[in-house]
């Protein structure tokens, strides 16, 4: 008589396509075939302690996922047929879309490398696996992200040819540079900067905000793909945190080496995400939130509560954090004003804040907006308005490490540009701050080979030394159409025409119309 195979357990299920599924090497050395596991310093006792508190397994993986693509591509499918660019909010919003795809969505490419590679490198099966469905997520997202956007490269310009931007163009570098120093790392600190104080600490003010911003500002391409990625986003957040107590728990000798990375790569990620301040507060026409709100909702109450459970394992709230909250005022501000005056070199349009968007900018900034930031947008909007837009023609000096260009200010002081100098070897190098100062000083010899653009453009590395010959033939920016000022730009008019509105010109052509 023919019996029922007994079901398993979801425990017993996830122990066989695991643990069981590892072999002990019998002819190599271990050290041998996983060399980087000893290479940082960390100390691992016992790989089994390591659990995905999903317990996901690779074949119910592939169903979760299958049913997610099926939602996914018929919603895109909806979107494109029915016209969907149409109903944006306006074609500003798209430049928020050209600096999502050309800086963030290469990173989850990198990530799908970054995790590939650093699975091979652990001798623990369960972290292996759990590497390997992450990896297999970020190419996800990089594809549901593409093919999203796809659509909007019909019908608008600057998000052609995103691969060859994000290699070269001047402000790319920093979200490129973020990921080559992590994927450059071993595997245990690459999990620190990107499972833990990336994905976990970090993402929501990445994701939450651009997905809000899409709902508000009606794309409903983006809001899909996003709400599609959140959902294996949770289970890296939460992967993050196990990742981080799994090593702390392992050795105690472990703990100042996590320390140190959680303090480095907190910085290079707050610094990353000052794109994303400028994008809420200046590039969506209607707004969400402001930056210092979602900084204080996504990583002061929830950073503050998460290094709250941390300090039982020695683990104190990252260096400097004290710099991050008080630049929640200024960064956002500070950033727009520095790709306003290089619109010349951008991917993306820009244009001055319209008389009401200063006024909510001014309720959401009470203490900093009116006092330092306003009278810089109202003296440029005087200088446009007589025919004289200002355009900063000079290339801007770079951080060595995070390679923004130097145009923070000091703590406590919004008057004075933060810049830091130190040599080595011979040579003088340049920072932003402490806490890319730091960063370099503890290990020099990886950001001595930082390749920074404006350096490269001095050196004859970019087809020319002249801002028009780098952006036109070394960038692929189409002067003219994907830059400058957004009002007049083909943009502007194809989105005029969209609406109905009177040919560009006409009495409803102003700032706060467009």
Same mark, same amino acid.
């Given at each position: 008589?023919?019996?029922?195979?007994?079901?398993?357990?979801?425990?017993?299920?996830?122990?066989?396509?695991?643990?069981?599924?590892?072999?002990?090497?019998?002819?190599?050395?271990?050290?041998?075939?996983?060399?980087?596991?000893?290479?940082?310093?960390?100390?691992?006792?016992?790989?089994?302690?390591?659990?995905?508190?999903?317990?996901?397994?690779?074949?119910?993986?592939?169903?979760?996922?299958?049913?997610?693509?099926?939602?996914?591509?018929?919603?895109?499918?909806?979107?494109?047929?029915?016209?969907?660019?149409?109903?944006?909010?306006?074609?500003?919003?798209?430049?928020?879309?050209?600096?999502?795809?050309?800086?963030?969505?290469?990173?989850?490419?990198?990530?799908?490398?970054?995790?590939?590679?650093?699975?091979?490198?652990?001798?623990?099966?369960?972290?292996?696996?759990?590497?390997?469905?992450?990896?297999?997520?970020?190419?996800?997202?990089?594809?549901?992200?593409?093919?999203?956007?796809?659509?909007?490269?019909?019908?608008?310009?600057?998000?052609?040819?995103?691969?060859?931007?994000?290699?070269?163009?001047?402000?790319?570098?920093?979200?490129?540079?973020?990921?080559?120093?992590?994927?450059?790392?071993?595997?245990?600190?690459?999990?620190?900067?990107?499972?833990?104080?990336?994905?976990?600490?970090?993402?929501?003010?990445?994701?939450?905000?651009?997905?809000?911003?899409?709902?508000?500002?009606?794309?409903?391409?983006?809001?899909?793909?996003?709400?599609?990625?959140?959902?294996?986003?949770?289970?890296?957040?939460?992967?993050?945190?196990?990742?981080?107590?799994?090593?702390?728990?392992?050795?105690?000798?472990?703990?100042?080496?996590?320390?140190?990375?959680?303090?480095?790569?907190?910085?290079?990620?707050?610094?990353?995400?000052?794109?994303?301040?400028?994008?809420?507060?200046?590039?969506?026409?209607?707004?969400?939130?402001?930056?210092?709100?979602?900084?204080?909702?996504?990583?002061?109450?929830?950073?503050?509560?998460?290094?709250?459970? *941390? &300090?039982?394992? /020695?683990? $104190?709230?990252?260096?400097?954090? +004290?710099?991050?909250? =008080?630049?929640?005022?200024?960064?956002?501000?500070?950033?727009?004003?520095?790709?306003?005056?290089?619109?010349?070199?951008?991917?993306?349009?820009?244009?001055?804040?319209?008389?009401?968007?200063?006024?909510?900018?001014?309720?959401?900034?009470?203490?900093?907006?009116?006092?330092?930031?306003?009278?810089?947008?109202?003296?440029?909007?005087?200088?446009?308005?007589?025919?004289?837009?200002?355009?900063?023609?000079?290339?801007?000096?770079?951080?060595?490490?995070?390679?923004?260009?130097?145009?923070?200010?000091?703590?406590?002081?919004?008057?004075?540009?933060?810049?830091?100098? *130190? &040599?080595?070897? /011979?040579? $003088?190098?340049?920072?932003?701050? +402490?806490?890319?100062? =730091?960063?370099?000083?503890?290990?020099?010899?990886?950001?001595?080979?930082?390749?920074?653009?404006?350096?490269?453009?001095?050196?004859?590395?970019?087809?020319?030394?002249?801002?028009?010959?780098?952006?036109?033939?070394?960038?692929?920016?189409?002067?003219?159409?994907?830059?400058?000022?957004?009002?007049?730009?083909?943009?502007?008019?194809?989105?005029?025409?969209?609406?109905?509105?009177?040919?560009?010109?006409?009495?409803?052509?102003?700032?706060?119309?467009?």
């Amino acid at each position: 008589m023919a019996t029922k195979n007994k079901k398993l357990s979801l425990k017993d299920k996830y122990q066989y396509l695991t643990r069981d599924m590892a072999w002990e090497p019998s002819y190599q050395k271990k050290e041998d075939i996983f060399p980087y596991e000893r290479f940082e310093g960390i100390k691992i006792t016992d790989w089994d302690k390591w659990e995905d508190p999903f317990r996901l397994t690779m074949d119910a993986y592939w169903k979760y996922q299958a049913e997610k693509e099926k939602k996914l591509y018929a919603i895109f499918d909806a979107f494109a047929q029915n016209n969907g660019h149409q109903n944006i909010s306006d074609a500003r919003y798209v430049n928020a879309l050209k600096l999502f795809l050309t800086g963030v969505s290469p990173l989850e490419y990198g990530a799908f490398q970054g995790y590939a590679k650093v699975g091979r490198h652990f001798s623990g099966a369960g972290a292996r696996v759990a590497c390997q469905m992450q990896s297999i997520d970020e190419l996800r997202h990089v594809q549901t992200q593409l093919h999203a956007m796809s659509h909007y490269n019909k019908h608008f310009n600057g998000l052609h040819d995103f691969a060859h931007m994000h290699d070269r163009v001047w402000f790319l570098s920093v979200p490129k540079s973020f990921f080559d120093d992590a994927r450059s790392a071993g595997p245990f600190e690459f999990l620190t900067a990107i499972s833990f104080s990336f994905e976990y600490v970090l993402t929501n003010l990445l994701f939450v905000p651009f997905m809000s911003g899409a709902a508000y500002n009606g794309d409903m391409a983006t809001v899909t793909f996003g709400f599609s990625a959140q959902s294996d986003e949770a289970r890296h957040m939460t992967l993050g945190l196990e990742v981080i107590k799994f090593i702390l728990e392992q050795h105690e000798d472990n703990v100042p080496i996590v320390q140190h990375w959680i303090d480095k790569w907190f910085w290079r990620g707050y610094r990353l995400l000052s794109l994303v301040s400028m994008m809420m507060d200046y590039m969506l026409p209607n707004k969400v939130m402001s930056w210092k709100d979602a900084w204080e909702v996504y990583y002061e109450q929830n950073g503050g509560a998460l290094f709250k459970d *941390l &300090e039982r394992y /020695g683990i $104190r709230p990252p260096k400097y954090q +004290d710099v991050a909250n =008080d630049g929640k005022h200024h960064i956002s501000h500070q950033l727009w004003s520095t790709f306003y005056q290089y619109s010349h070199a951008t991917n993306f349009h820009t244009w001055l804040p319209s008389a009401a968007e200063m006024d909510w900018l001014s309720e959401q900034y009470p203490d900093t907006f009116d006092k330092y930031y306003r009278p810089r947008f109202e003296h440029w909007q005087k200088m446009q308005d007589k025919g004289e837009r200002f355009y900063n023609n000079t290339l801007p000096q770079l951080c060595q490490v995070c390679q923004v260009p130097t145009l923070f200010t000091e703590h406590g002081d919004p008057t004075q540009l933060s810049l830091r100098t *130190l &040599e080595h070897e /011979g040579e $003088r190098y340049h920072f932003c701050s +402490d806490g890319c100062c =730091d960063i370099f000083k503890y290990e020099p010899e990886k950001y001595i080979q930082s390749w920074l653009p404006v350096h490269q453009i001095y050196q004859g590395n970019c087809e020319g030394a002249d801002v028009e010959t780098v952006v036109s033939k070394y960038y692929h920016i189409n002067i003219g159409q994907d830059n400058f000022d957004y009002v007049g730009s083909p943009d502007h008019q194809r989105w005029q025409e969209i609406k109905g509105n009177r040919p560009l010109g006409g009495d409803d052509d102003s700032r706060d119309a467009a």
